[in-house]
């Protein structure tokens, strides 16, 4: 199986900056994409950035500008630097990845456990 663990959230002040990652280990054949999403008390989950193979990203209008998403493939981990916190990014976090299993099955994906992050003003 495959297990994605996130660590980095906290408690900071608006205007102040975390760095999330995410490791994912297992039976990995490849791992096609890798992203963010985050989920606030009595809202929905919302993707927050997303990086597929080859590079591109995609980010929420809501943190363009403020949120950078990376990957160091050679240890299947997925980074968000977020900067510029402002108090409406309080939420729990979530590590997201589409993995490849073996070479003959589709991609699935996987979900981590989630990171609070708190922004206070």
């Known amino acids: 199986q495959v297990q994605l663990v996130e660590s980095g959230g906290g408690l900071v002040q608006a205007g102040g900056s975390l760095r999330l990652s995410c490791a994912a280990s297992g039976t990995i054949f490849s791992i096609n994409a890798m992203g963010w999403y985050r989920q606030a008390p009595g809202k929905q989950r919302e993707l927050v950035a997303i990086?597929?193979?080859?590079?591109?990203?995609n980010y929420a209008d809501s943190v363009k500008g403020r949120f950078t998403i990376s990957r160091d493939n050679a240890k299947n981990t997925v980074y968000l630097q977020m900067n510029s916190l402002k108090t409406e990014d309080t939420a729990v976090y979530y590590c997201?990845?589409?993995?490849?299993?073996?070479?003959?099955?589709?991609?699935?994906?996987?979900w981590g456990q989630g990171t609070q992050v708190t922004v206070s003003s």
């Open positions: 990086i597929i193979s080859g590079g591109s990203t």
């Open positions: 997201n990845a589409v993995v490849q299993i073996t070479s003959w099955v589709n991609s699935r994906n996987f």
